[in-house]
């Protein structure tokens, strides 16, 4: 009695750690352009506003953004289980598995456009302090491969 006891507890001790260890990205973010890398674009965008709601497994984005002008809303919800969904993602879809990596959220996405396979894989990490989410995503296209960095600041 006393084994099984301990033994439960332990679990239960390891369950509530291991959720712990998982960051929330709850919260309002815009771009933080002089920390960003944009790879192959000239410059980072006029505006990037990312409203975020998680309650894990889920995770629920509403992005604002503006290039030269033009800006456009997006609203996009992933479920963090390792499993591939399809996702609505602007004008199309994606087909997108959102799984953790210890305290890393990796985000794999394969979408076409104008009949181009393009492949993403983002990693999102959360400063110690909660006030930075850095997304590092790797891109594959026919066109070749790029990378780039966006970090984001809490408002």
């Known amino acids: 009695m006393r084994k099984t006891t301990w033994a439960l507890a332990l679990m239960l001790a390891l369950g509530v750690a291991s959720a712990a260890d998982k960051p929330d990205f709850s919260g309002f973010w815009k771009i933080?352009?002089?920390?960003?890398d944009f790879g192959p674009m000239p410059s980072g965008p006029d505006k990037f506003e990312r409203k975020i709601e998680h309650k894990d497994p889920e995770l629920k984005m509403t992005t604002v953004q503006s290039f030269q002008g033009n800006e456009r809303t997006s609203d996009v919800a992933y479920t963090i289980d390792g499993a591939q969904h399809t996702v609505k993602?602007?004008?199309?879809?994606?087909?997108v598995t959102a799984t953790w990596k210890g305290k890393v959220l990796e985000i794999s996405a394969i979408r076409e456009i104008q009949g181009n396979e393009i492949k993403s894989l983002e990693k999102w990490t959360l400063s110690e302090d909660g006030k930075t989410l850095t997304s590092e995503n790797n891109i594959s296209t026919p066109q070749g491969d790029f990378a780039m960095k966006w970090v984001l600041d809490k408002q």
């Open 89 to 95: 993602m602007g004008q199309g879809e994606a087909k």
């Open 32 to 36: 933080n352009n002089s920390k960003s």
